[in-house]
């Protein structure tokens, strides 16, 4: 098992580094791909999905505001609370780095056989499972 999350890792880290140099750090990636997935949330809930303390949480979103990747917007029902958003920029950066990460693995993918191909979509399917909450 110890070969599965060191593989796991290695290829995560690879993955991450596709990503445009000196942009953003992973935690601001994480945050803003977290944001356009999963939609709109409040700062406390974009921490907790991170698990990340709350600090933390609030300069990476300083950061990415500073930088027009996020947009902050009353709560409809805690003027205590605002809600956190991608703005347009922000979401048309998270797809460019999804595309720039999928091109690197379909020509990565290209080098396999189809049995090969085949073991990982399974894989995926079972990591997947192991992820889950």
Known sequence: M??????IARFNRRLRQTRPVGELTVAQ????NILER???MTPRELADAERVAAPTMT????R????GLIQRTPH????RQVILAPSPAGRR??????RVGNEWLAQRLEDLTAEE????????EIIAKLARE
């Open 2 to 7: 110890v070969a599965l999350r060191e593989a």
């Open 29 to 32: 990636v994480s945050a803003l």
């Open 38 to 40: 999963s939609g709109a």
């Open 59 to 62: 300069r990476i979103v300083a």
């Open 64 to 67: 990415l505001e500073e930088k």
């Open 76 to 79: 409809p029902t805690d003027g």
């Open 93 to 98: 950066l998270v797809r460019e780095y999804r």
């Open 117 to 124: 191909r085949e073991t990982l979509r399974r894989a995926a």
